[in-house]
């Protein structure tokens, strides 16, 4: 079956374009001897993380316990998770998944860390921790070097968790100063550093100038997204995923309706300096997807000399992937258009 006779509204994975972009990020880091830890988020396959190891990554990141499970299972064994893990409600699922891969977690606080300690003690291995700062995005992270030190002398003081090191995401301004002033801290302090991680997609490619900094976690260059075209760290022919939709509707000249809405595009924007609407429709650029609602999407072609009749099909460029491939219970996977498998998503879903 060609690509263009599947049923839509459809996601659609271009193996190629895959490959492509695995290879040019793990060549990349391998060039500036950085660590490649692939936030797994973005594809939530364990097809696709098992090869990103094949090409080289130390390992993967996960943002949640289920989710990581998922990629443990399948034989994934050396795992990051970069969110805080706070509660008794999560130390037997934590204590599961230790016991099935090498795992070090993410925190920038005290409760998170003791949960962990009760994880590993139960599962009776040893979980690493990497201390997350904030440099600059103003979400989690700990704010000054002195938080640092409290948690990584908490971390090798307890006989259950190992301190590895520092997280942060996305890296900020305050990146470089804050890794050089914590790391003469803690060595004043007789505590080894033997990873500094950073995260996003967004300004990948100068990680390397970047002093300090050992480990890169990027999770949207497996496919790419109209977000980090607009970035400037991929081209239209690096994206890997689109949408195809079918015009159902055409009310008047100038509006068009899609078979698809937010649970297929998400509701997720980009800058304004990148473009409008919910998607990038790429037969009709200047066409825009002004309004999702839950399966219709509302495209204005005022702007737009070439108009799709009722029937025709589009291919849409997602503004924010990651969260397109949560929504879809199976994806389609093609090379040179055409259809080569339907593979289920295991990870979507996973919150917890």
Not at 176 to 196: C, K, Q, S, Y
Not at 255 to 265: E, F, H, I, N, Y
Not at 336 to 343: L, R, S
Request: proline share 5%.
């Amino acid at each position: 079956m060609r690509v263009d006779e599947l049923d839509t509204p459809v996601p659609v994975i271009d193996l190629d374009r895959v490959e492509h972009n695995l290879t040019k990020m793990q060549e990349y880091c391998d060039r500036h001897g950085l660590a490649l830890r692939p936030h797994i988020k973005t594809h939530k396959l364990p097809q696709f993380a098992l090869r990103q190891i094949e090409l080289g990554a130390v390992g993967i990141t996960c943002q949640k316990i289920s989710e990581a499970m998922v990629m443990a299972e399948a034989g994934c064994a050396d795992i990051l998770l970069t969110y805080p893990i706070v509660g008794a409600a999560k130390v037997a699922p934590l204590a599961e998944l230790a016991g099935k891969t090498k795992l070090t977690v993410a925190l920038d606080n005290a409760v998170a860390l003791d949960t962990v300690a009760a994880a590993a003690a139960q599962a009776g291995v040893e979980i690493g921790i990497l201390v997350e700062f904030d440099s600059g995005d103003g979400r989690c992270g700990v704010q000054t070097p002195d938080e640092v030190l409290t948690l990584a002398r908490r971390a090798a003081g307890n006989g259950l968790t190992r301190f590895r090191g520092l997280m942060t995401y996305p890296r900020g301004p305050r990146t470089v100063p804050f890794v050089a002033e914590t790391r003469a801290l803690l060595d004043g302090a007789g505590i080894a550093v033997e990873t500094v991680s950073v995260g996003g997609t967004p300004g990948c490619w100068d990680t390397h100038e970047l002093p300090g900094v050992t480990e890169l976690r990027v999770g949207t260059y497996i496919y790419h997204d109209r977000a980090t075209v607009g970035a400037g760290v991929a081209t239209l022919d690096e994206c890997a995923v689109h949408v195809y939709a079918t015009v159902v509707s055409r009310p008047t000249s100038d509006r068009a309706v899609l078979d698809c809405g937010s649970k297929t595009l998400s509701s997720d924007r980009v800058a304004p300096s990148v473009g409008e609407g919910y998607g990038l429709i790429l037969d009709y650029p200047d066409a825009v997807i002004v309004r999702v609602n839950e399966e219709h999407a509302v495209v204005d072609l005022s702007r737009s000399a070439a108009k799709p009749e009722i029937g025709d099909r589009v291919r849409i460029l997602p503004n924010h992937v990651c969260v397109v491939t949560n929504l879809h219970d199976r994806m389609a996977i093609s090379r040179n258009g055409e259809v080569t498998g339907d593979w289920p998503v295991p990870a979507r879903g996973c919150t917890r």
